[in-house]
């Protein structure tokens, strides 16, 4: 969201009661456009501690109680929670990051699009709740040519604030990337 947007007009995944199908919308493209964005060359594990780091470092100044984790299917390759972080968002921070890899887009948009026509994904007796979660906060992470090769996911906030901070650090990550990279 830009500085200059109004925020009460956006669609927000925690609201009870009637938002539009506009802003549904508006925000589903949002998040489409940022997968488009977030594309890397490359991404070890130097990576993903460098990109954990990174959460830390915001989520630190910002003293949010999250837990941050980068998981290469069931291998963990960063993994912290910080003050106030409980137990519960590490069960978050599996479903979710499950989420993202099963669909290979962030839990955020798997949980935007089943709202489509007033549902939600959770309605749906094919997703399994106690595995899964629809809820914003795990990223794929995409690498150009190969597609999602890890997720990155963090819990302890609204869900829309989890996935901006996913976002806010693989945006800075991905620009540190480009300018490190030796110019052909």
Not at 61 to 84: K, N, Q, T, W
Not at 92 to 115: C, D, N
Not at 160 to 167: F, G, I, S, T
């Amino acid at each position: 969201m830009t500085e200059n947007q109004d925020s009460a007009t956006e669609f927000d995944p925690d609201a009870s009661g009637e938002q539009s199908q506009p802003a549904l919308e508006a925000l589903i493209g949002r998040v489409e456009e940022e997968v488009r964005k977030l594309q890397l060359a490359k991404f070890s594990q130097e990576d993903a501690l460098t990109l954990g780091l990174l959460i830390v470092e915001l989520a630190t100044e910002r003293e949010m109680p999250v837990a941050v984790d980068i998981r290469r299917g069931s291998h963990i390759l960063f993994h912290v929670s910080l003050a106030g972080a409980t137990p519960d968002n590490d069960i978050w921070v599996e479903r979710k990051a499950r989420t993202a890899e099963r669909y290979g887009v962030p839990s955020l948009l798997v949980g935007l699009r089943g709202r489509r026509g007033g549902g939600r994904t959770e309605d749906n007796a094919w997703f399994d709740q106690s595995a899964y979660a629809a809820h914003g906060g795990a990223f794929p992470i995409y690498v150009k040519g190969t597609g999602p090769v890890a997720v990155v996911t963090v819990s302890g906030l609204p869900q829309k604030a989890d996935h901006q901070l996913v976002v806010e650090a693989l945006t800075k990550f991905s620009r540190r990337k480009k300018k490190a990279a030796p110019s052909s």
